[in-house]
T-cell receptor, first 112, second 113 residues
Framework: GAGVSQSPSNKVTEKGKDVELRCDPI?????LYWYRQSLGQGLEFLIY????????KSGLPSDRFSAERTGGSVSTLTIQRTQQEDSAVYLC??????????FGDGTRLSIL | GENVEQHPSTLSVQEGDSAVIKCTYS??????FPWYKQELGKGPQLIID?????GEKKDQRIAVTLNKTAKHFSLHITETQPEDSAVYFC????????????FGTGTQLKVEL
């Protein structure tokens, strides 16, 4: 079956521009997570959606970061006024509640 | 919050030897400990996980052990093969926290012929 799908796979943009990253979770998975992986580092939690509950935004590094999940399925992560330190791989994962998380291959974001 | 430390950062073994990667965690409420394998340009892939009500779990050449008292857990790979070469991450979470994972910093495993 289809796994977690993320787009675009690569994004290069200029400092100060806004970017939108997309995640299509595994069908039927109600939990969706965003993580950030900086070069050579582990993954850092950003935000978590579960069904219709209010999202857990405790990992977002600044108010330039936001995310939405429409209709309980597709999610978009938006970064406004991008900075060079935002360069990283942004990974999305989905799961059934309390079950293992399955990751997409990420979006590699480069800020020039 | 939770803090996960992982060692070593790099590990080189000969094909057929065993590899062991160790992690420690700080939050005694953590009750779920997955291990992920990440190949270049790919997302992390779950290879094995363990919950806090179990001390050991094995799946073919891969095993994980958990010591709740010491807050340690380890990944053991036996009879290593070149295709085991990758970056391995440990993580910890607890169900009360929405299962958001706190990751270690990764171990680059190289299996040499």
């Amino acid at each position: 079956g289809a796994g977690v799908s993320q787009s675009p796979s690569n994004k290069v943009t200029e400092k100060g521009k806004d970017v939108e990253l997309r995640c299509d979770p595994i069908s039927g998975h109600t939990a969706l997570y965003w993580y950030r992986q900086s070069l050579g580092q582990g993954l850092e939690f950003l935000i978590y959606f579960q069904g219709n509950s209010a999202p857990d935004k405790s990992g977002l590094p600044s108010d330039r970061f936001s995310a939405e999940r429409t209709g309980g399925s597709v999610s978009t992560l938006t970064i406004q006024r991008t900075q060079q330190e935002d360069s990283a791989v942004y990974l999305c994962a989905s799961s059934h509640p309390g079950q293992p998380q399955h990751f997409g291959d990420g979006t590699r974001l480069s800020i020039l | 919050g939770e803090n996960v430390e992982q060692h070593p950062s790099t590990l080189s073994v000969q094909e057929g030897d065993s590899a062991v990667i160790k992690c420690t965690y700080s939050d005694s409420a953590s009750n779920y400990f997955p291990w992920y394998k990440q190949e270049l340009g790919k997302g992390p892939q779950l290879i094995i996980d363990i919950r806090s009500n179990v001390g050991e779990k094995k799946d073919q050449r891969i095993a994980v052990t958990l010591n709740k008292t010491a807050k340690h857990f380890s990944l053991h790979i036996t009879e290593t093969q070149p295709e085991d070469s990758a970056v391995y991450f440990c993580a910890a979470s607890h169900t009360g926290g929405g299962n958001k994972l706190t990751f270690g910093t990764g171990t680059q495993l190289k299996v040499e012929l």
